[in-house]
Protein backbone atom coordinates (compact mmCIF):
# COMPACT_ATOMS: atom_id res chain seq x y z
CA UNK A 1 0.00 0.00 0.00
CA UNK A 2 3.05 2.54 -0.42
CA UNK A 3 1.17 4.04 -3.31
CA UNK A 4 -1.31 6.80 -2.73
CA UNK A 5 -4.56 4.83 -4.52
CA UNK A 6 -7.30 7.08 -3.28
CA UNK A 7 -10.14 4.74 -3.43
CA UNK A 8 -8.11 1.77 -2.35
CA UNK A 9 -6.74 3.45 0.77
CA UNK A 10 -10.28 4.56 1.89
CA UNK A 11 -12.06 1.06 1.56
CA UNK A 12 -9.13 -0.16 3.33
CA UNK A 13 -9.41 2.22 6.10
CA UNK A 14 -13.49 2.04 5.92
CA UNK A 15 -13.17 -1.52 6.18
CA UNK A 16 -11.14 -1.28 9.37
CA UNK A 17 -13.15 1.42 10.55
CA UNK A 18 -16.50 -1.33 10.51
CA UNK A 19 -14.60 -3.82 12.00
CA UNK A 20 -14.42 -1.69 15.37
CA UNK A 21 -17.82 0.05 14.92
CA UNK A 22 -20.17 -2.68 16.77
CA UNK A 23 -22.81 -2.90 19.48
CA UNK A 24 -21.79 -2.64 22.63
CA UNK A 25 -18.75 -0.68 22.45
CA UNK A 26 -18.76 1.94 23.69
CA UNK A 27 -20.67 0.49 26.52
CA UNK A 28 -18.75 1.61 29.95
CA UNK A 29 -19.16 0.50 33.95
CA UNK A 30 -19.82 3.69 35.76
CA UNK A 31 -17.10 4.27 38.19
CA UNK A 32 -18.70 7.34 39.37
CA UNK A 33 -21.43 4.58 41.77
CA UNK A 34 -20.45 1.26 40.29
CA UNK A 35 -20.32 -0.75 43.73
CA UNK A 36 -18.33 -3.72 42.67
CA UNK A 37 -15.60 -1.67 41.70
CA UNK A 38 -15.75 1.15 44.45
CA UNK A 39 -12.13 -0.07 44.86
CA UNK A 40 -11.08 1.45 41.09
CA UNK A 41 -11.69 5.18 42.80
CA UNK A 42 -9.70 4.97 45.81
CA UNK A 43 -6.71 6.43 46.19
CA UNK A 44 -3.72 4.56 46.34
CA UNK A 45 -0.76 7.05 46.81
CA UNK A 46 -1.74 8.76 49.90
CA UNK A 47 -3.27 8.01 53.09
CA UNK A 48 -6.76 9.32 54.54
CA UNK A 49 -6.29 11.77 57.46
CA UNK A 50 -9.26 12.07 59.47
CA UNK A 51 -9.87 15.97 60.24
CA UNK A 52 -13.69 17.28 61.89
CA UNK A 53 -15.48 19.05 59.17
CA UNK A 54 -14.98 22.94 57.94
CA UNK A 55 -17.20 25.53 59.05
CA UNK A 56 -16.07 28.77 58.09
CA UNK A 57 -16.16 31.22 55.51
CA UNK A 58 -13.42 31.93 52.22
CA UNK A 59 -12.76 34.43 49.66
CA UNK A 60 -12.84 31.58 46.97
CA UNK A 61 -13.05 28.08 46.58
CA UNK A 62 -11.18 26.30 43.82
CA UNK A 63 -12.69 22.66 42.77
CA UNK A 64 -9.59 20.62 41.80
CA UNK A 65 -6.21 21.02 42.32
CA UNK A 66 -4.35 20.08 39.24
CA UNK A 67 -3.02 22.41 36.68
CA UNK A 68 -5.49 24.13 35.68
CA UNK A 69 -6.55 24.74 39.13
CA UNK A 70 -3.34 25.83 40.77
CA UNK A 71 -2.40 28.62 37.95
CA UNK A 72 -6.35 29.63 39.01
CA UNK A 73 -4.89 29.98 42.53
CA UNK A 74 -1.84 31.34 41.48
CA UNK A 75 -3.74 34.46 39.33
CA UNK A 76 -6.39 35.03 42.30
CA UNK A 77 -3.06 35.39 44.64
CA UNK A 78 -1.50 37.54 42.87
CA UNK A 79 -5.08 39.56 42.46
CA UNK A 80 -4.82 40.24 46.40
CA UNK A 81 -7.10 37.31 47.39
CA UNK A 82 -6.56 36.04 51.02
CA UNK A 83 -8.21 33.13 51.31
CA UNK A 84 -8.06 30.54 48.59
CA UNK A 85 -9.68 27.34 49.41
CA UNK A 86 -8.97 24.49 46.45
CA UNK A 87 -10.82 21.09 46.82
CA UNK A 88 -10.16 17.80 45.64
CA UNK A 89 -11.28 14.49 45.98
CA UNK A 90 -7.08 13.39 45.46
CA UNK A 91 -4.77 13.56 48.17
CA UNK A 92 -2.98 16.98 47.12
CA UNK A 93 -2.62 18.78 44.02
CA UNK A 94 -1.88 17.94 40.42
CA UNK A 95 -4.57 16.65 38.83
CA UNK A 96 -4.14 13.80 36.22
CA UNK A 97 -0.15 14.17 37.76
CA UNK A 98 -1.44 13.03 40.78
CA UNK A 99 -3.53 10.26 39.37
CA UNK A 100 -1.80 9.06 36.87
CA UNK A 101 1.31 7.66 38.10
CA UNK A 102 1.44 4.72 36.26
CA UNK A 103 4.99 3.11 35.27
CA UNK A 104 6.67 5.06 32.79
CA UNK A 105 4.26 7.64 32.77
CA UNK A 106 5.42 10.75 30.80
CA UNK A 107 3.95 14.09 29.06
CA UNK A 108 4.32 13.67 25.11
CA UNK A 109 3.82 17.26 25.24
CA UNK A 110 7.52 18.79 25.14
CA UNK A 111 8.41 19.65 28.78
CA UNK A 112 9.49 22.84 27.70
CA UNK A 113 5.82 24.32 26.77
CA UNK A 114 3.43 22.32 29.01
CA UNK A 115 5.10 22.70 32.49
CA UNK A 116 3.67 26.23 33.24
CA UNK A 117 5.62 28.87 34.62
CA UNK A 118 8.76 27.96 34.34
CA UNK A 119 10.71 31.28 34.04
CA UNK A 120 8.99 32.39 37.21
CA UNK A 121 9.48 29.02 39.33
CA UNK A 122 13.01 29.99 38.21
CA UNK A 123 13.14 25.90 36.75
CA UNK A 124 14.69 24.16 33.66
CA UNK A 125 12.63 20.99 33.47
CA UNK A 126 15.00 18.12 33.13
CA UNK A 127 14.40 16.49 29.77
CA UNK A 128 12.63 17.52 26.61
CA UNK A 129 9.62 15.15 27.89
CA UNK A 130 9.00 15.37 31.45
CA UNK A 131 7.76 12.47 33.67
CA UNK A 132 4.91 12.30 35.44
CA UNK A 133 6.41 12.84 38.68
CA UNK A 134 8.44 15.89 37.48
CA UNK A 135 5.42 17.54 36.68
CA UNK A 136 3.45 16.91 39.79
CA UNK A 137 6.10 17.90 42.36
CA UNK A 138 6.55 20.97 40.44
CA UNK A 139 2.51 22.16 40.20
CA UNK A 140 3.00 21.44 44.21
CA UNK A 141 6.27 23.27 44.39
CA UNK A 142 3.90 26.23 42.27
CA UNK A 143 1.06 25.66 44.95
CA UNK A 144 4.02 25.71 48.15
CA UNK A 145 5.11 29.58 46.54
CA UNK A 146 1.34 30.59 46.50
CA UNK A 147 0.65 29.48 49.70
CA UNK A 148 -2.25 27.27 47.68
CA UNK A 149 -2.39 24.12 50.31
CA UNK A 150 -2.92 25.71 53.61
CA UNK A 151 -6.73 26.23 53.14
CA UNK A 152 -7.14 23.85 50.90
CA UNK A 153 -9.57 20.20 51.46
CA UNK A 154 -7.82 17.52 50.16
CA UNK A 155 -9.61 13.85 49.59
CA UNK A 156 -12.54 15.85 49.82
CA UNK A 157 -15.67 15.80 47.54
CA UNK A 158 -18.03 18.31 46.91
CA UNK A 159 -21.71 16.70 47.78
CA UNK A 160 -23.35 20.43 46.56
CA UNK A 161 -22.76 23.93 45.83
CA UNK A 162 -25.66 26.22 46.33
CA UNK A 163 -25.87 30.43 45.15
CA UNK A 164 -27.19 32.04 48.40
CA UNK A 165 -28.01 35.64 47.28
CA UNK A 166 -29.08 36.81 50.11
CA UNK A 167 -25.59 36.20 51.81
CA UNK A 168 -24.04 36.72 48.04
CA UNK A 169 -22.20 33.70 48.46
CA UNK A 170 -21.90 29.56 47.58
CA UNK A 171 -22.77 27.05 50.25
CA UNK A 172 -20.28 24.61 49.97
CA UNK A 173 -21.30 20.85 51.00
CA UNK A 174 -18.79 17.94 50.91
CA UNK A 175 -18.59 14.31 51.70
CA UNK A 176 -16.62 15.00 54.76
CA UNK A 177 -19.34 16.89 56.29
CA UNK A 178 -18.21 20.23 55.73
CA UNK A 179 -20.28 23.47 54.90
CA UNK A 180 -18.76 26.62 54.90
CA UNK A 181 -19.08 29.16 52.26
CA UNK A 182 -17.01 31.14 49.47
CA UNK A 183 -17.82 34.92 47.36
CA UNK A 184 -16.51 32.88 44.19
CA UNK A 185 -16.62 29.44 43.31
CA UNK A 186 -13.91 28.46 40.53
CA UNK A 187 -14.42 25.02 38.07
CA UNK A 188 -11.14 23.41 37.61
CA UNK A 189 -12.50 19.69 37.31
CA UNK A 190 -10.56 18.34 34.68
CA UNK A 191 -11.26 17.46 31.00
CA UNK A 192 -10.38 14.10 31.01
CA UNK A 193 -11.38 13.26 34.75
CA UNK A 194 -13.53 10.36 34.99
CA UNK A 195 -11.96 6.60 34.41
CA UNK A 196 -13.06 5.05 31.78
CA UNK A 197 -13.90 1.32 32.55
CA UNK A 198 -15.45 -0.91 29.55
CA UNK A 199 -18.48 -3.19 30.64
CA UNK A 200 -16.74 -6.58 29.65
CA UNK A 201 -19.13 -9.73 30.81
CA UNK A 202 -18.01 -11.62 33.97
CA UNK A 203 -15.40 -8.65 34.64
CA UNK A 204 -16.13 -9.01 37.81
CA UNK A 205 -15.32 -12.68 38.04
CA UNK A 206 -11.57 -12.53 37.78
CA UNK A 207 -10.08 -13.97 40.77
CA UNK A 208 -6.65 -11.93 40.24
CA UNK A 209 -6.06 -8.66 41.29
CA UNK A 210 -7.10 -5.81 38.29
CA UNK A 211 -7.08 -1.89 38.80
CA UNK A 212 -6.96 1.15 36.26
CA UNK A 213 -4.00 2.96 34.98
CA UNK A 214 -5.25 5.95 36.84
CA UNK A 215 -4.92 4.19 40.01
CA UNK A 216 -1.78 1.84 39.84
CA UNK A 217 -1.40 -0.49 42.49
CA UNK A 218 1.78 -0.36 43.03
CA UNK A 219 1.25 -2.84 46.11
CA UNK A 220 0.62 -5.49 43.55
CA UNK A 221 3.72 -4.70 41.18
CA UNK A 222 5.90 -3.81 43.31
CA UNK A 223 8.69 -0.57 42.25
CA UNK A 224 7.60 3.28 41.53
CA UNK A 225 6.93 4.84 38.36
CA UNK A 226 10.69 5.01 37.66
CA UNK A 227 11.80 1.79 39.44
CA UNK A 228 11.62 -1.63 38.53
CA UNK A 229 8.60 -3.44 39.08
CA UNK A 230 9.99 -6.03 41.49
CA UNK A 231 6.21 -7.73 42.79
CA UNK A 232 5.65 -8.81 39.20
CA UNK A 233 8.25 -11.44 38.69
CA UNK A 234 6.85 -15.10 37.83
CA UNK A 235 3.44 -12.96 36.85
CA UNK A 236 1.33 -12.91 33.53
CA UNK A 237 -0.10 -9.46 33.47
CA UNK A 238 -2.56 -8.43 30.99
CA UNK A 239 -2.89 -4.69 29.22
CA UNK A 240 -6.25 -3.64 28.06
CA UNK A 241 -5.66 -0.61 26.16
CA UNK A 242 -3.00 0.76 23.45
CA UNK A 243 -3.69 4.69 23.65
CA UNK A 244 -1.32 6.99 25.03
CA UNK A 245 -1.21 5.16 28.26
CA UNK A 246 -1.05 1.92 27.49
CA UNK A 247 1.90 1.92 25.04
CA UNK A 248 4.04 3.75 27.77
CA UNK A 249 3.01 1.45 30.74
CA UNK A 250 4.20 -1.58 28.43
CA UNK A 251 8.39 -1.08 28.18
CA UNK A 252 7.99 -1.29 32.04
CA UNK A 253 5.66 -3.96 32.64
CA UNK A 254 7.18 -5.99 30.09
CA UNK A 255 10.77 -5.57 31.80
CA UNK A 256 9.73 -7.12 34.63
CA UNK A 257 6.87 -9.80 34.01
CA UNK A 258 7.27 -13.15 33.36
CA UNK A 259 5.03 -12.62 30.48
CA UNK A 260 2.90 -9.63 28.90
CA UNK A 261 -0.08 -9.85 26.60
CA UNK A 262 -1.05 -6.92 25.25
CA UNK A 263 -4.78 -6.54 24.14
CA UNK A 264 -5.32 -4.14 21.16
CA UNK A 265 -8.34 -3.00 19.61
CA UNK A 266 -7.13 -0.29 17.56
CA UNK A 267 -3.22 0.42 16.94
CA UNK A 268 -2.19 4.18 17.63
CA UNK A 269 0.01 5.79 15.04
CA UNK A 270 3.10 5.86 17.39
CA UNK A 271 5.45 8.60 16.11
CA UNK A 272 9.42 8.60 17.51
CA UNK A 273 9.52 10.48 20.52
CA UNK A 274 13.70 11.59 20.40
CA UNK A 275 13.37 12.24 24.24
CA UNK A 276 16.75 13.46 25.94
CA UNK A 277 18.23 15.26 28.83
CA UNK A 278 17.98 19.22 28.65
CA UNK A 279 21.34 20.29 27.45
CA UNK A 280 23.35 22.03 30.14
CA UNK A 281 23.23 25.21 28.26
CA UNK A 282 19.48 25.84 27.73
CA UNK A 283 18.96 28.00 30.33
CA UNK A 284 21.43 30.47 29.33
CA UNK A 285 20.37 30.53 25.99
CA UNK A 286 17.13 31.55 27.38
CA UNK A 287 15.39 35.06 26.96
CA UNK A 288 12.74 36.96 29.60
CA UNK A 289 9.20 35.96 27.69
CA UNK A 290 10.66 32.82 26.04
CA UNK A 291 8.28 30.16 27.52
CA UNK A 292 5.03 32.02 26.16
CA UNK A 293 6.97 33.00 23.06
CA UNK A 294 7.59 29.14 22.76
CA UNK A 295 4.24 28.14 23.50
CA UNK A 296 3.33 30.59 21.09
CA UNK A 297 5.40 28.70 18.40
CA UNK A 298 3.80 25.80 18.90
CA UNK A 299 -0.13 27.01 19.36
CA UNK A 300 0.67 28.41 15.79
CA UNK A 301 1.79 25.60 14.20
CA UNK A 302 -1.32 23.81 15.91
CA UNK A 303 -3.23 26.40 13.82
CA UNK A 304 -1.48 26.15 10.65
CA UNK A 305 -0.05 29.52 10.64
CA UNK A 306 3.56 30.27 9.49
CA UNK A 307 6.16 30.39 11.62
CA UNK A 308 9.90 31.37 10.98
CA UNK A 309 11.24 28.49 13.47
CA UNK A 310 9.95 25.55 14.77
CA UNK A 311 11.00 25.73 18.21
CA UNK A 312 9.58 22.52 19.22
CA UNK A 313 9.89 20.97 16.14
CA UNK A 314 8.63 17.13 17.34
CA UNK A 315 6.13 14.69 16.11
CA UNK A 316 3.04 17.60 16.48
CA UNK A 317 4.18 19.93 14.48
CA UNK A 318 5.88 18.05 11.99
CA UNK A 319 3.11 15.53 11.35
CA UNK A 320 -0.19 16.75 13.27
CA UNK A 321 -0.30 20.04 12.30
CA UNK A 322 0.45 19.23 8.51
CA UNK A 323 -2.22 16.42 8.54
CA UNK A 324 -4.59 19.19 9.89
CA UNK A 325 -3.56 22.15 8.00
CA UNK A 326 -2.68 20.79 4.41
CA UNK A 327 -1.20 23.72 2.04
CA UNK A 328 -3.73 25.35 -0.26
CA UNK A 329 -3.51 27.45 -2.85
CA UNK A 330 -5.13 29.92 -4.60
CA UNK A 331 -7.55 28.83 -7.56
CA UNK A 332 -7.28 25.03 -6.04
CA UNK A 333 -11.12 23.65 -5.92
CA UNK A 334 -12.63 21.90 -2.49
CA UNK A 335 -12.23 18.42 -4.18
CA UNK A 336 -8.42 19.32 -5.33
CA UNK A 337 -7.95 20.52 -1.29
CA UNK A 338 -9.26 17.65 -0.16
CA UNK A 339 -7.31 14.88 -2.56
CA UNK A 340 -4.05 16.92 -1.23
CA UNK A 341 -5.17 16.41 2.48
CA UNK A 342 -5.71 12.83 1.92
CA UNK A 343 -2.20 12.26 0.14
CA UNK A 344 -0.37 14.12 2.68
CA UNK A 345 -2.37 12.55 5.11
CA UNK A 346 -1.85 8.67 3.79
CA UNK A 347 1.68 9.83 3.26
CA UNK A 348 2.07 10.59 7.19
CA UNK A 349 0.59 7.01 7.67
CA UNK A 350 3.02 5.11 5.53
CA UNK A 351 6.10 6.52 7.63
CA UNK A 352 4.27 5.43 10.61
CA UNK A 353 3.23 1.52 8.96
CA UNK A 354 7.35 1.80 7.61
CA UNK A 355 8.58 2.50 11.64
CA UNK A 356 6.21 -0.26 12.49
CA UNK A 357 7.94 -3.06 10.04
CA UNK A 358 11.48 -1.14 10.76
CA UNK A 359 11.16 -1.37 14.52
CA UNK A 360 8.94 -5.00 15.10
CA UNK A 361 11.09 -7.81 14.35
CA UNK A 362 8.12 -10.70 13.51
CA UNK A 363 5.71 -9.72 10.91
CA UNK A 364 2.63 -11.30 11.99
CA UNK A 365 3.03 -9.25 15.03
CA UNK A 366 3.84 -5.68 12.63
CA UNK A 367 0.68 -6.19 10.79
CA UNK A 368 -1.23 -5.91 13.99
CA UNK A 369 0.62 -3.12 14.90
CA UNK A 370 -0.16 -0.55 11.52
CA UNK A 371 -2.81 1.85 11.99
CA UNK A 372 -5.08 1.88 9.02
CA UNK A 373 -6.89 4.81 9.29
CA UNK A 374 -6.55 8.80 8.70
CA UNK A 375 -3.83 10.47 11.10
CA UNK A 376 -6.20 13.00 12.15
CA UNK A 377 -8.72 10.70 13.22
CA UNK A 378 -6.77 9.83 16.43
CA UNK A 379 -5.00 11.36 18.90
CA UNK A 380 -1.22 10.18 17.77
CA UNK A 381 1.23 8.46 20.28
CA UNK A 382 5.08 8.91 20.61
CA UNK A 383 7.27 6.48 22.13
CA UNK A 384 10.63 5.25 21.18
CA UNK A 385 10.29 2.13 23.31
CA UNK A 386 7.07 0.81 22.86
CA UNK A 387 6.99 -0.81 19.23
CA UNK A 388 10.44 -2.43 20.20
CA UNK A 389 8.74 -4.28 23.27
CA UNK A 390 6.94 -6.46 20.93
CA UNK A 391 10.36 -8.19 20.24
CA UNK A 392 10.74 -9.74 23.52
CA UNK A 393 9.65 -13.40 23.89
CA UNK A 394 7.71 -12.42 26.83
CA UNK A 395 5.15 -9.95 24.85
CA UNK A 396 2.00 -11.39 23.30
CA UNK A 397 -0.26 -9.30 20.90
CA UNK A 398 -3.68 -10.30 21.45
CA UNK A 399 -5.83 -8.60 18.18
CA UNK A 400 -8.95 -7.38 19.49
CA UNK A 401 -10.66 -5.37 17.06
CA UNK A 402 -14.63 -5.74 18.26
CA UNK A 403 -13.01 -5.64 22.04
CA UNK A 404 -12.77 -8.11 24.78
CA UNK A 405 -15.19 -11.05 24.52
CA UNK A 406 -15.83 -11.59 28.10
CA UNK A 407 -13.40 -12.07 31.40
CA UNK A 408 -13.76 -15.19 33.33
CA UNK A 409 -11.88 -16.08 36.82
CA UNK A 410 -8.94 -16.72 35.15
CA UNK A 411 -8.60 -13.62 32.54
CA UNK A 412 -10.18 -12.36 29.07
CA UNK A 413 -11.47 -14.25 26.40
CA UNK A 414 -10.67 -13.11 23.09
CA UNK A 415 -11.98 -15.15 19.68
CA UNK A 416 -12.63 -17.70 22.49
CA UNK A 417 -9.58 -18.25 23.62
CA UNK A 418 -8.70 -17.79 27.15
CA UNK A 419 -6.07 -16.02 28.17
CA UNK A 420 -5.01 -16.87 31.97
CA UNK A 421 -3.87 -13.91 34.11
CA UNK A 422 -2.60 -13.12 37.29
CA UNK A 423 -3.07 -9.26 36.69
CA UNK A 424 -5.04 -6.92 34.49
CA UNK A 425 -4.40 -3.82 34.11
CA UNK A 426 -7.29 -1.69 32.29
CA UNK A 427 -5.62 1.55 30.32
CA UNK A 428 -9.08 2.07 29.16
CA UNK A 429 -8.97 5.68 29.52
CA UNK A 430 -11.26 8.61 30.33
CA UNK A 431 -14.76 9.75 29.59
CA UNK A 432 -14.01 12.34 26.71
CA UNK A 433 -14.18 15.95 26.82
CA UNK A 434 -18.00 15.77 25.28
CA UNK A 435 -19.04 14.70 28.98
CA UNK A 436 -21.47 17.13 30.32
CA UNK A 437 -19.90 19.43 32.50
CA UNK A 438 -22.15 18.94 35.51
CA UNK A 439 -21.25 14.90 35.03
CA UNK A 440 -17.55 15.66 35.10
CA UNK A 441 -18.14 17.96 38.50
CA UNK A 442 -19.63 15.73 39.99
CA UNK A 443 -22.27 17.45 42.16
CA UNK A 444 -25.36 19.23 42.14
CA UNK A 445 -24.46 23.18 41.26
CA UNK A 446 -27.35 25.18 42.06
CA UNK A 447 -27.42 28.93 41.12
CA UNK A 448 -29.78 31.75 41.58
CA UNK A 449 -33.36 30.97 42.47
CA UNK A 450 -32.61 27.38 42.40
CA UNK A 451 -31.54 26.85 38.90
CA UNK A 452 -29.45 23.68 38.54
CA UNK A 453 -26.73 23.52 36.36
CA UNK A 454 -27.74 19.79 35.40
CA UNK A 455 -30.79 20.94 34.25
CA UNK A 456 -29.96 24.21 32.30
CA UNK A 457 -26.75 22.51 31.39
CA UNK A 458 -28.05 18.58 30.61
CA UNK A 459 -25.40 17.81 27.18
CA UNK A 460 -24.68 21.40 26.06
CA UNK A 461 -22.86 24.75 26.74
CA UNK A 462 -24.45 27.83 27.30
CA UNK A 463 -21.69 30.74 28.41
CA UNK A 464 -19.97 33.80 28.31
CA UNK A 465 -15.91 33.18 27.06
CA UNK A 466 -16.79 29.08 28.06
CA UNK A 467 -16.21 30.56 31.51
CA UNK A 468 -19.33 32.44 33.23
CA UNK A 469 -23.37 31.10 33.23
CA UNK A 470 -26.28 32.97 33.53
CA UNK A 471 -27.71 32.12 36.73
CA UNK A 472 -24.86 30.72 38.47
CA UNK A 473 -23.24 34.48 40.00
CA UNK A 474 -19.60 34.60 40.99
CA UNK A 475 -18.86 31.35 39.70
CA UNK A 476 -15.96 30.91 36.65
CA UNK A 477 -15.06 27.40 34.68
CA UNK A 478 -11.74 26.89 33.27
CA UNK A 479 -12.09 26.88 29.92
CA UNK A 480 -12.10 23.81 28.57
CA UNK A 481 -12.18 22.36 24.46
CA UNK A 482 -15.69 21.28 23.48
CA UNK A 483 -16.85 23.95 26.10
CA UNK A 484 -17.44 27.22 24.26
CA UNK A 485 -13.65 28.14 24.29
CA UNK A 486 -10.64 26.95 21.94
CA UNK A 487 -8.91 23.75 21.43
CA UNK A 488 -5.10 22.92 22.37
CA UNK A 489 -2.45 20.34 22.31
CA UNK A 490 -1.36 21.79 24.90
CA UNK A 491 -3.98 22.28 27.86
CA UNK A 492 -1.56 24.03 29.69
CA UNK A 493 -1.54 27.39 27.27
CA UNK A 494 -5.21 27.35 27.56
CA UNK A 495 -5.54 27.18 31.50
CA UNK A 496 -3.21 29.70 32.00
CA UNK A 497 -5.59 32.29 29.86
CA UNK A 498 -8.14 31.29 31.65
CA UNK A 499 -6.31 31.64 34.90
CA UNK A 500 -5.03 35.75 34.27
CA UNK A 501 -8.86 36.08 33.07
CA UNK A 502 -9.97 34.71 36.44
CA UNK A 503 -7.59 36.99 38.38
CA UNK A 504 -7.85 39.77 36.14
CA UNK A 505 -11.70 39.87 36.82
CA UNK A 506 -11.58 38.87 40.55
CA UNK A 507 -9.55 41.88 40.86
CA UNK A 508 -11.76 44.39 38.73
CA UNK A 509 -14.61 43.32 40.82
CA UNK A 510 -12.77 43.65 44.31
CA UNK A 511 -11.88 46.95 42.99
CA UNK A 512 -15.84 48.47 42.66
CA UNK A 513 -16.94 47.09 45.17
CA UNK A 514 -18.90 44.68 43.13
CA UNK A 515 -20.87 41.67 46.06
CA UNK A 516 -22.31 39.71 42.86
CA UNK A 517 -21.98 39.28 39.04
CA UNK A 518 -23.86 37.15 36.99
CA UNK A 519 -23.59 36.83 32.61
CA UNK A 520 -26.26 38.90 30.77
CA UNK A 521 -28.64 37.04 28.85
CA UNK A 522 -27.18 39.10 25.83
CA UNK A 523 -24.00 38.65 26.20
CA UNK A 524 -24.19 34.76 26.45
CA UNK A 525 -26.53 34.16 24.06
CA UNK A 526 -24.20 36.56 21.53
CA UNK A 527 -20.76 34.24 22.95
CA UNK A 528 -23.27 31.18 21.95
CA UNK A 529 -24.43 32.14 19.00
CA UNK A 530 -21.00 32.90 17.54
CA UNK A 531 -19.95 29.58 19.12
CA UNK A 532 -22.94 28.10 16.79
CA UNK A 533 -22.24 29.95 13.65
CA UNK A 534 -18.65 29.07 13.29
CA UNK A 535 -19.30 25.34 13.94
CA UNK A 536 -18.95 22.78 11.00
CA UNK A 537 -20.24 19.60 11.20
CA UNK A 538 -16.86 17.44 11.24
CA UNK A 539 -18.93 14.24 9.73
CA UNK A 540 -17.36 14.63 6.37
CA UNK A 541 -13.65 13.85 7.39
CA UNK A 542 -14.41 12.32 10.93
CA UNK A 543 -17.16 9.91 9.65
CA UNK A 544 -14.68 7.83 7.54
CA UNK A 545 -12.46 7.66 10.60
CA UNK A 546 -11.74 4.72 13.12
CA UNK A 547 -13.96 5.14 16.08
CA UNK A 548 -12.18 7.11 18.67
CA UNK A 549 -12.76 9.72 20.78
CA UNK A 550 -12.19 12.75 18.48
CA UNK A 551 -14.96 11.59 16.33
CA UNK A 552 -17.57 10.81 18.94
CA UNK A 553 -16.62 7.26 18.77
CA UNK A 554 -17.71 6.81 15.31
CA UNK A 555 -20.80 9.35 15.71
CA UNK A 556 -19.46 12.70 14.44
CA UNK A 557 -22.58 13.95 13.79
CA UNK A 558 -24.25 14.17 17.21
CA UNK A 559 -21.74 16.56 18.33
CA UNK A 560 -24.19 19.23 19.23
CA UNK A 561 -23.19 22.44 18.15
CA UNK A 562 -23.13 24.70 21.23
CA UNK A 563 -19.92 22.46 22.28
CA UNK A 564 -17.58 23.82 19.50
CA UNK A 565 -15.65 26.60 19.78
CA UNK A 566 -14.95 30.21 19.37
CA UNK A 567 -13.92 30.24 15.52
CA UNK A 568 -13.96 27.63 13.44
CA UNK A 569 -12.22 24.72 13.73
CA UNK A 570 -10.13 24.12 16.61
CA UNK A 571 -10.84 27.77 16.84
CA UNK A 572 -9.14 31.50 17.47
CA UNK A 573 -6.94 30.77 20.34
CA UNK A 574 -5.04 33.87 19.81
CA UNK A 575 -7.96 35.93 19.28
CA UNK A 576 -9.67 33.99 22.33
CA UNK A 577 -6.54 35.38 24.54
CA UNK A 578 -6.79 38.76 22.96
CA UNK A 579 -10.31 39.06 23.41
CA UNK A 580 -9.77 37.99 27.37
CA UNK A 581 -7.02 40.03 27.83
CA UNK A 582 -8.79 43.22 26.74
CA UNK A 583 -11.31 42.92 28.61
CA UNK A 584 -9.23 42.79 31.81
CA UNK A 585 -7.67 45.97 30.28
CA UNK A 586 -10.61 47.68 30.03
CA UNK A 587 -11.99 47.16 33.38
CA UNK A 588 -15.83 47.56 32.46
CA UNK A 589 -17.05 44.13 32.83
CA UNK A 590 -18.96 43.57 29.34
CA UNK A 591 -21.49 41.55 29.57
CA UNK A 592 -21.99 41.68 33.54
CA UNK A 593 -24.82 42.22 35.31
CA UNK A 594 -22.96 43.93 38.81
CA UNK A 595 -24.88 44.57 41.66
P1 LIG B 1 -7.39 6.15 25.35
O1 LIG B 1 -8.85 6.40 25.41
O2 LIG B 1 -6.56 6.90 24.43
O3 LIG B 1 -7.10 4.64 25.12
C1 LIG B 1 -7.89 3.63 25.71
C2 LIG B 1 -7.49 2.31 25.14
O4 LIG B 1 -8.33 1.29 25.68
C3 LIG B 1 -7.69 2.28 23.63
O5 LIG B 1 -6.65 1.55 23.06
C4 LIG B 1 -9.03 1.58 23.50
O6 LIG B 1 -9.23 1.01 22.25
C5 LIG B 1 -8.89 0.55 24.59
N1 LIG B 1 -10.15 -0.04 25.00
C6 LIG B 1 -11.22 0.61 25.51
N2 LIG B 1 -12.21 -0.26 25.74
C7 LIG B 1 -11.77 -1.49 25.36
C8 LIG B 1 -12.33 -2.77 25.34
N3 LIG B 1 -13.59 -3.01 25.75
N4 LIG B 1 -11.59 -3.81 24.91
C9 LIG B 1 -10.32 -3.59 24.48
N5 LIG B 1 -9.74 -2.37 24.46
C10 LIG B 1 -10.46 -1.34 24.90
O7 LIG B 1 -6.89 6.33 26.88
P2 LIG B 1 -5.44 6.73 27.39
O8 LIG B 1 -5.46 6.64 28.87
O9 LIG B 1 -4.41 5.97 26.69
O10 LIG B 1 -5.32 8.22 26.95
C11 LIG B 1 -6.39 9.13 27.22
C12 LIG B 1 -5.95 10.52 26.97
O11 LIG B 1 -5.15 10.94 28.05
C13 LIG B 1 -5.10 10.71 25.74
O12 LIG B 1 -5.84 10.83 24.59
C14 LIG B 1 -4.39 11.96 26.10
O13 LIG B 1 -5.20 13.07 25.85
C15 LIG B 1 -4.18 11.79 27.58
N6 LIG B 1 -2.84 11.24 27.83
C16 LIG B 1 -1.81 12.05 27.57
C17 LIG B 1 -0.56 11.64 27.75
C18 LIG B 1 0.53 12.56 27.42
O14 LIG B 1 1.62 12.11 27.32
N7 LIG B 1 0.28 13.87 27.25
C19 LIG B 1 -0.24 10.29 28.26
C20 LIG B 1 -1.40 9.50 28.51
C21 LIG B 1 -2.64 9.96 28.29
P3 LIG B 1 -9.74 1.90 21.02
O15 LIG B 1 -8.56 2.67 20.55
O16 LIG B 1 -10.27 0.94 20.05
O17 LIG B 1 -10.81 2.81 21.57
Given at each position: MSHFDQDAVKEKYLAERDKRLVPGRTDIRDLTRDEHFA??????FTPRIERGPVTDDVDVTIIGGGIAGVLAGVQLRKAGVERIRILD??????GTWYWNRYPGVMCDVESYIYMPMLEEMDYVPTRRYAYGEEIRLHVQAIAERFDLETDALFHTGVTCAEWDDNAARWRVQTDRGDDFTARYYVLA????NLMKLPAIPGMEDFAGPSFHTARWDYGVTGGGPDEP?????GKVVGIIGTGATGIQALPPVAAAADHVYVFQRTPSAIGARGNRPTPPDFAQTLKPGWQRERMDNFQMQMLGKPVELDMTDDGWTQHYAKAQHAPRWKGMTFEEYMHRAEELDFAIMEEHRQRVDELVKDPAKAAILKPYYRYICKRPCFHDEYLD??????VTLVDCPTGIERVTPQGPVVNGEQFELDVIVYGTGFEAELTPLPRRAGHEIVGRGGIKLSEKWPDNAATLFGMMSRGFPNMFIMPTPAGQSVVTVNYTHLALVGADFVGGAVRILEERGVKSFEVSADAEDEWTNKVMESFTDPSHVMGACTPSRLNNEGDPGSINPRNGNWGRGFGDFFGYRDLLEQWVAN????GLELS
Open positions: RFRADPVAGGVGVGLLLDKLQAYNRPNGECE
